[in-house]
């Protein structure tokens, strides 16, 4: 493996659990998401012909794994998630903050994962719509109307207008649509 491109791998590793989290909006899940990556990354690493496009081929592949993971959670039916306990009342020390970091943090887990991913593509990491239409293949409108929808779902949320907005677990939520609305 050229230490160029492990370099690389490991500069891309910080966006890409930003990125999983989103779309999982779980700690654990996003971790196991990104070391499923790293490993089909370094097995498939021949295929990526241009390294400065390391990332958008990255976000690929864990949003592949992501889709994967839905169809066959899907397919096993309803599972609990042993991580939901350690939120439990009973379990756990109650928090030292409880700041508007934490508030944001909680409203965004209630969007959708279409919106989480549109709101973490164009704020956190930066892509334009063109970027992101063609890592996600979408139309660039559809682009733009998923984050107005998105930036106003999180607006809603923010001021507690969006109660009927609730985050399923990763295997609980539904496969990815072909229209991708």
Known sequence: MPQQ?????VMQL????????ALVGNAALA???????????????????????ISGW????????????IRRGNSRGEEQDITELA??????????????????VKAVSRLTP???????????EELNYREIAEELDIPVGTVMSRLARA????????QGEGAEIIPLPLGQQHPVSKDRK
């Open 114 to 124: 279409e919106h989480r991913e549109i709101l973490l593509l164009s704020s956190v």
């Open 151 to 158: 930036r106003e779902r999180l607006r809603s949320v923010m």
């Open 87 to 104: 939120d439990h009342v009973e379990l756990s020390a109650p928090p030292t903050d409880v700041g508007a970091a934490r508030d944001f």
């Open 14 to 21: 910080p966006a890409l659990r930003r990125y999983a989290l």
């Open 31 to 53: 971790d196991d998401l990104v070391q499923d990556c790293v490993e089909r990354a370094l097995r498939q690493s021949a295929q990526l012909r241009e390294l400065p496009r």
């Open 58 to 69: 990255l976000r690929r592949i864990l949003r592949n794994l992501y889709t994967d993971e």
């Open 5 to 9: 491109f492990a370099n690389a791998l």
